[in-house]
């Protein structure tokens, strides 16, 4: 059960309780909001439409309609437009695929590291030429 003080500013944040916060056992209720309240809607390094992008594609590779809902509700309230709801779907679902791909052949992860180094690297070289082109 979360305290009366944490309910209070769940009303002030969302103008309410959410229902399912009673699913929280007490010992985690109020750090369970205040890790929603300061993390995700909370000033931070991302903007919160970011942040809404990157709850939609993390919902989406995980399945899990609760938060796809919400995030695509989220991300549309910062203006997010349908085309961009889809591409922060297709990327998640792009990382999933890759990332399935990668385990599931048993890729070497310091083979990998290698390799993005290097692929780093010559993207860096391509940009300071385009910037040199300039």
């Known amino acids: 059960m979360v305290s009366s003080a944490m309910k ?8 309410r309780v959410p229902s399912w916060i009673e699913a929280l056992p007490e010992p985690a209720a109020d750090h369970c909001w205040k890790t929603v309240r300061d ?19 993390a919902a989406a590779a995980i399945q899990c309609p609760y938060c796809v809902h919400f995030h695509t509700e ?8 349908d085309e961009e709801l889809a591409e922060a779907i297709a990327v998640a679902s792009d990382v999933r695929f890759f990332s399935s791909v ?16 290097d692929i780093v690297e010559h993207v860096e070289d ?9």
Request: net charge negative; charged share 30%; glycine share 10%.
């Open 8 to 15: 209070a500013e769940m009303e002030e944040y969302l103008g």
């Open 74 to 81: 989220e991300a549309k309230l910062e203006d997010a437009t």
């Open 39 to 57: 993390l995700q809607l909370g000033e931070t390094e991302l903007a919160q439409r970011e942040k809404a992008l990157v709850g939609l594609g």
């Open 102 to 117: 990668l385990h599931g052949a048993e890729v070497d992860h310091e083979t990998f590291v290698s390799e993005t180094a």
């Open 126 to 134: 391509q940009r300071m030429q385009a910037a040199g082109d300039d």
